[in-house]
């Protein structure tokens, strides 16, 4: 007992399969059954309608836009020569923070900014006392104010102090020799 109004033949010309359930293409609109109802499996002429592709740069991993009909690898490799951020020939530098010190000329691979002037400096003068800090006047609390000048008192203080004691002595002896 055989149905002739069920199913549909394959459109594909070379299988004319009777398919119960038919796959329709949706660039070329025609019935196909399980083997050919791909693009590629009936060699469809409409396939560039529907099947885009976005290529992707190896390089830099960026989505390339295509027109219709441009080959892809052709794009590409356009996009490799001119437009690439990661090209391979083009080398980026390492030590770009260069340091704020007058006459100081060395860079570092990384930002060293002073907590008092903002300034980025190298390691060599990356405390303020290294580089002479001009923002003294304003450090960053008032607790560091009180602190500096405490010290300075009881520095000033120790130094009059060392004066008529042993080490100063022995000190003085050292510089005459």
Request: aromatic share 6%; net charge positive.
């Amino acid at each position: 007992m055989e149905f002739p109004d069920l199913g549909k033949h394959c459109s594909e010309k070379t299988c004319k399969q009777l398919d119960f359930l038919p796959l329709k293409c949706d660039a070329c609109e025609q019935d196909f059954c399980k083997d050919h109802f791909t693009y590629a499996g009936h060699k469809c002429p409409s396939a560039f309608k529907k099947d885009v592709q976005v290529p992707v740069c190896p390089l830099c991993n960026v989505p390339i836009p295509i027109k219709r009909g441009a080959i892809p690898d052709v794009v590409v490799g356009e996009h490799m020569d001119r437009d690439c951020t990661n090209h391979p020939g083009k080398k980026k530098k390492v030590f770009t923070y260069r340091c704020s010190k007058e006459g100081c000329k060395k860079k570092e691979m990384l930002q060293l900014a002073c907590v008092q002037c903002h300034g980025n400096f190298c390691i060599q003068h990356r405390h303020p006392l290294d580089h002479g800090c001009r923002a003294e006047s304003c450090p960053a609390s008032r607790a560091g104010v009180q602190a500096r000048r405490a010290s300075e008192s009881k520095l000033s203080g120790s130094l009059n102090s060392l004066s008529s004691s042993w080490l100063a002595q022995r000190l003085r002896w050292k510089l005459k020799r």
